[in-house]
């Protein structure tokens, strides 16, 4: 151990030096006050040996002064006095000596004092040792804390600040200094009666930690957080998550549709199925009915629009199922949201305020579908503004570089419509595309949910891009392609194929659509065999090719229950007779099947329910198909 000695006579210091060497320690030897200082300015020592009567400064005052120095409670100071008087030695120790030797010195009381002081100094430097380790990780603490991207901050038992770190002025939007002492509630009085007090109470009360998530009062701004606590009061860190709650609720939207359009694309095939029964058999019906019964033909007439009427319900049910794809063609989409525009506002009291780029890129899209969005935007505008106003339409061009949560980088046209209503409250923007979620007496909920999942479909988006008191914004995209617009059906068809003896094979698993269908084709003069499923249809196709009586057209149904589907099917009859005319026909619309027919094998689709012109025009279309170039 170093020692530093500090005497005055010279006799008693050489004495005393030579005591203590005995005991192994070093020691430095010094005559006075300042020497001592000196010395200390250069090394450390733990020990120090005072002589009381020094000269210029005393030995009580070097003490004293010692003490007031930076981590002057690590020294082990033994004052050396010839004063006994117990005034004099409680003098000694207020001035901050650990311990002190009357003179004459006695050799084996001294050895005691410094068996005591040696003993003292180990135990002194443990807990100096603990405490430079803990002030050391608290230094690492606080790094730790200023760096990290959450914010962080702690009050005490008061609810004063007493730490705020750098992250938690940017969330705060406030300078730490002018926090540090301040009562959290005084300096933020909208969290009163929020979720914030009412879980950092509860910290208080319940002395455990607590995660939560709460908004700002207006609710436009989410925080993550995590209360503890700590030394009396509540630490808490806290993060802003707005975006992340923004995608989750997003994915939820996705999810809830997603769920309903399971459901919703069993009932549509089931109901199509019987709407093509329906409105076969009354199509049957106007043509067996006497010319001259005027009265029974317009009832068939009003049964027949309301049937499909009821078609168009189903196909808005479609729009929602997993499967449920839209029938694309690449066209001017201009066009087609100028038309959809125009039409929307027909008979209401607002005007339409068209901005559309001269050289807006093509798209490939279901006109229809399309139509029927911004069908639904308008009206949602039309709505918001019951004492008219202007509707403005636009669409532009727009070159994604980077991807989106939502949407994949590439080529776009964002069409955005904005209407001058009172916009769309923040507690409400995020349940707008849920289905049959309304505000309206008489609404559906289903406009903005359909139109969700149609542009959804088309590898798009359609979001609320921005709402106030005066108005709302809806922007959706579609993706932008390079091919050549489709012909739009303008061209003069081609003269009908003579039915007569032409057979046609429809495979279909409900009897009354088989039936119905027979009945149809047959009154078109076709002669036609009816199977139930895929097995029954190839093993008819094969036996007619043996015999020579070929299958002109064969119709499957892309669902089968239990049994070989359409898909399935055509398959097995190409391998029979690849030149053969197959329809697919399905009351629930399927990208493969439909959309995509004839990337596998088919001449024609026929979505349910269908009437007997439709029939006739998809056998036209099959044949016209299928003759060679």
Not at 35 to 64: H, N, T, V, Y
Not at 297 to 318: E, I, M, P
Not at 432 to 446: H, N, R
Request: hydrophobic share 40%; with cysteine.
């Amino acid at each position: 151990m170093r020692i530093l000695l500090v005497e005055d006579h010279e006799e008693s210091r050489n004495n005393l030096h030579r005591l203590i060497e005995r005991r192994g320690h070093q020691i430095v030897s010094v005559g006075s006050a300042e020497e001592a200082k000196l010395a200390l300015d250069k090394a450390s020592f733990p020990f120090l040996i005072l002589d009381w009567m020094l000269p210029g400064q005393s030995g009580i005052d070097l003490c004293r002064e010692l003490r007031t120095r930076p981590k002057g409670d690590e020294f082990f100071i033994l004052l050396v006095t010839a004063r006994a008087d117990t005034e004099d030695l409680e003098q000694a120790l207020a001035a901050g000596a650990s311990d002190y030797l009357t003179k004459p010195l006695d050799i084996a009381l001294l050895n005691v004092r410094l068996s005591v002081a040696e003993r003292q100094i180990r135990e002194l430097a443990e807990r100096n040792h603990a405490r430079a380790a803990l002030q050391e990780s608290a230094k690492t603490m606080a790094n730790i804390l200023e760096n990290t991207t959450d914010g962080f901050f702690a009050v005490d038992e008061t609810w004063k600040f007493t730490y705020a770190n750098a992250q938690a002025e940017v969330l705060l939007a406030r300078n730490r200094d002018e926090l540090i002492g301040k009562v959290l509630w005084e300096e933020f009085p909208q969290l009163r009666d929020s979720p914030f007090e009412e879980n950092y109470r509860r910290v208080l009360t319940e002395l455990a930690s607590i995660d939560f998530q709460a908004s700002d009062p207006a609710g436009k701004i989410w925080f993550e957080m995590r209360a503890y606590p700590s030394n009396g009061g509540v630490s808490v860190f806290f993060r802003d998550v707005t975006e992340r709650k923004r995608i989750e609720e997003e994915r939820l939207t996705t999810s809830k549709l997603e769920s309903l359009g399971t459901l919703a694309g069993g009932i549509a095939h089931d109901l199509n199925n019987i709407l093509t029964v329906i409105s076969g058999n009354i199509g049957l019906a106007q043509i067996e009915a006497p010319t001259d019964a005027g009265t029974l033909l317009s009832f068939l007439s009003k049964a027949g629009q309301a049937a499909q009427h009821a078609a168009h319900l189903s196909s808005q049910l479609l729009t929602f199922s997993k499967g449920g794809a839209p029938l694309k063609r690449v066209c001017l989409i201009s066009q087609v949201l100028a038309q959809a525009a125009e039409f929307s506002l027909y008979g209401s009291n607002l005007r339409a305020d068209i901005d559309i780029s001269p050289e807006l890129w093509k798209a490939e899209v279901d006109p229809g579908q399309i139509e029927q969005v911004v069908n639904a935007l308008m009206l949602n505008a039309r709505e918001a503004m019951p004492h008219g106003g202007t509707v403005h339409l636009s669409a532009r061009n727009v070159d994604l570089t980077e991807a989106s949560p939502t949407l994949s980088a590439g080529r776009y046209i964002k069409t955005t419509i904005s209407d001058r209503g009172s916009g769309v409250p923040d507690d409400l923007a995020t349940k707008i595309f849920d289905p049959y979620f309304t505000t309206k007496p008489m609404g559906s909920g289903l406009g903005l949910s359909i139109s969700y999942s149609i542009v959804k479909k088309h590898g798009g988006l359609l979001h609320l891009e921005s709402s106030s008191t005066e108005g709302a914004n809806f922007a959706f995209f579609l993706p932008a392609v390079d091919v050549e617009v489709s012909q739009m059906d303008s061209a003069p068809a081609t003269p009908a194929r003579r039915a007569a003896e032409q057979r046609v094979l429809v495979m279909d698993d409900e009897a009354a659509i088989r039936e119905l269908t027979s009945q149809l084709l047959s009154t078109l003069g076709y002669e036609v065999t009816a199977v139930p499923d895929g097995l029954e249809a190839v093993k008819t196709y094969e036996r007619a090719l043996r015999r020579g009586e070929n299958f002109q057209a064969v119709i499957l149904d892309a669902t089968i229950r239990g049994g070989m589907g359409g898909l399935a099917t055509i398959e097995r009859l190409r391998s029979l007779d690849p030149q053969v005319t197959a329809i697919i026909c399905s009351g629930y619309s399927d990208q493969a099947a439909l959309s995509q027919f004839f990337n596998y094998g088919f001449r024609g689709a026929l979505p349910k329910p269908f009437t007997r012109r439709e029939l006739a025009e998809a056998l036209q279309r099959a044949f016209e198909t299928n003759q060679p170039a």
